[in-house]
């Protein structure tokens, strides 16, 4: 069976180009860091501005409640003020008596911040005060008191003085200090009789200030200053002293506010300020500073950057390896098609494709891979059938060439009239075993040559006619060939004459004994065309001597040269030199 036609080999897999795989891979995890990382970004940045914003405004609301709260608490101390200044002990009865003095204390018991309480003559002199102290002294040149004759009055904060001495000193050293309020005291008419005053502690105003800051969130760092129309702290303590000793405790301000990231003393503070408009009679000018060090404002933004960067990494990780499944989802189709061309082409059979590769452009390759695989064995089948009949057609043409060479050797070499060879046959027979002999010898064997002429042939021909003559040589022949070896060849030397060459014989008489069978045969054969028929023979053999096959020829011509003189129907042999 010769080889069947093979479908061109697949090209082998190029190593430099990148998998397919391995190319989504990067496209799709590439897109994910991307769009992760973009995504992630925006978020962070918005997310850091929100953050930011509402810690300052965090910090905003808390100087504005602080300054509202402490506003709205001087308003209060000063109606208080007012109130008591227009009781009717103190408008009519005098200022120095019982009553007037139990409605001092009265309003000292209420109000824990008021230091002191008391009632002062129009010139000066203390006439009632709480706890009695301070009376009968002077206090006229007292701003309190000087504003107090003419107006409700609110002070600025200061330190005491007479009763620095005669209050308990605070606990933790704190000079005590003050913020007077005070009302003139009239009669019915409007006279001036008096001015009601009061110390109210500055530790009440830095407790309620304190109270806010403290309503923030545990751990946000936030506190609050106050600072006076000329640029003085007034709260905390230790700014305060600082700031006295000289040193620089407040940043230098580029618009006149604090507000936005401000350093103070080495330290960066997100700030805000909110002026204390308490509307009172007196306005003093105060400015409520809140602020919180960026560090601890900003570490919400950073915890929230370090989320997001965790999350980011484990989304990318998740998205990561869902990109790689869904590359390998892609890619294991068109590797598995590719397997299976790979299977048509080196088993030369219908393979197994997959029947949901899972997209519908796999899908139709799938089917398209199909019909060509099919149509490629089909046609592949088809060819090695037409090979296959090629092949017997030509195996055909072959037999009925040689056949044919057959027929044509035969033409060329036999007698169409009998069969036998002819005498170009004869005569290149005659040839080879002359150049055989000369070549290689025969050990003392040698050929030898019969010449056989039919006698009164034309008897024949004249009394039966020319195609019984044709029959009696053709009958002839058939016993000329019955009579010699399949070795031997039997020839028509021409006409009614016939030879046969005997190769390989041991000697002379084996010649002549052929011959004698051959005269014998005929001699007793009938001839149903023309009755009894005898033949001559002249026998020759062949000589180292003879340089061609001419000598031997004319030696077998002359042997039956003689058997017809000799009257026929015999056998002659002619030898060398005989
Ligand atoms: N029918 C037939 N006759 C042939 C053929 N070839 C030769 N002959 C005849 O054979 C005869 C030969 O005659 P001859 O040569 O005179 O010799 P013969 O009559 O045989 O007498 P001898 O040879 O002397 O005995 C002729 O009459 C030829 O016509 C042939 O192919 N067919």
């Not at 088809?382 to 035969?410: D, I, K």
């Amino acid at each position: 069976m010769p080889d069947a036609p093979t479908l061109p080999a697949a090209r082998p897999p190029h190593s430099r180009l990148p998998s397919l795989r391995g190319q989504l891979s990067l496209v799709l995890g590439g897109l994910v860091l991307a769009v992760l990382t973009s995504v992630g970004g925006y978020l962070g940045s918005l997310a850091t501005h929100e953050l930011y914003t509402a810690q300052a405004a965090a910090v905003r609301a808390t100087a504005q409640a602080a300054a509202e709260l402490l506003a709205s608490q001087l308003r209060d101390r000063e109606r208080e003020i007012e109130l008591l200044s227009l009781s009717p002990h103190l408008m009519e009865g005098p200022l120095d008596s019982r009553q007037a003095r139990d409605a001092l204390d009265r309003r000292k018991a209420l109000h824990d911040e008021f230091a002191w309480l008391g009632v002062v003559a129009a010139d000066g002199t203390v006439l009632q005060a709480s706890g009695g102290l301070l009376v009968g002294r002077s206090v006229a040149q007292r701003e309190w008191f000087i504003a107090g004759r003419e107006r409700v009055y609110v002070g600025d904060m200061h330190e005491a003085k007479l009763l620095a001495k005669l209050l308990p000193v605070l606990p933790d050293g704190e000079p005590t200090r003050f913020i007077d309020f005070s009302a003139p005291i009239r009669d019915a008419e409007g006279r001036l009789r008096g001015v009601v005053g009061t110390h109210a502690h500055w530790r009440w105003v830095t407790t309620l200030l304190d109270s806010v800051t403290r309503r923030q969130q545990p751990g946000s760092g936030i506190d609050a200053l106050i600072v006076d129309r000329r640029g003085r702290v007034l709260y905390p303590e230790a700014m305060k002293l600082a700031q006295a000793r000289g040193d620089a405790v407040l940043p230098r301000l580029s618009n006149g506010r604090f507000e936005g990231e401000l350093d103070f003393d080495g330290k960066t503070y997100l700030t805000s300020e909110a002026p204390l408009q308490a509307r009172t009679s007196a306005e003093l000018g105060w400015r409520i500073v809140a602020r919180q060090p960026l560090e601890l404002a900003m570490r919400p933004v950073r915890d929230l950057r370090r989320e997001l960067v965790l999350l980011g990494a484990l989304a990318a990780g998740v998205l990561t390896l869902a990109a790689l499944l869904l590359a390998r989802r892609i890619s294991r189709p068109v590797e598995q098609l590719a397997d299976i061309a790979e299977r048509v082409r080196a088993e030369r059979r219908m393979p197994e494709f997959p029947q949901d590769p899972g997209a519908h452009e796999l899908a139709r390759l799938s089917q398209a891979m199909q019909s060509m695989a099919r149509s490629l064995l089909a046609t592949e089948q088809e060819l090695q059938q037409a090979n296959a009949g090629l092949e017997a057609q030509v195996q055909q043409r072959t037999l009925e060439l040689q056949a044919a060479n057959a027929a044509l050797e035969h033409l060329a070499t036999r007698d169409p009239l009998t069969g036998l060879h002819n005498r170009r046959s004869l005569d290149a027979r005659l040839a080879d075993a002359l150049a055989l002999d000369r070549r290689y010898g025969h050990g003392g064997r040698v050929h030898g040559l019969l010449l056989i002429d039919a006698d009164h042939f034309k008897n024949v021909n004249d009394q039966h006619g020319h195609a019984a003559g044709d029959a009696v040589l053709r009958q002839l022949a058939a016993l000329l060939q019955a009579s010699v070896r399949t070795t031997d060849v039997a020839a028509r030397f021409g006409g009614e004459e016939f030879a046969v060459l005997l190769p390989e014989l041991s000697g002379p008489q084996e010649a002549v004994m052929v011959a004698e069978k051959i005269r014998s045969a005929v001699q007793d054969a009938v001839f149903p065309a023309a009755g009894r028929l005898t033949v001559s023979i002249g026998v020759s053999l062949a000589s180292p001597q003879d340089a061609d096959v001419r000598p031997l020829l004319e030696r077998a011509d002359e042997a039956l040269y003689e058997a017809k003189r000799g009257g026929r129907n015999a056998v002659r042999l002619k030898s060398l030199g005989g």
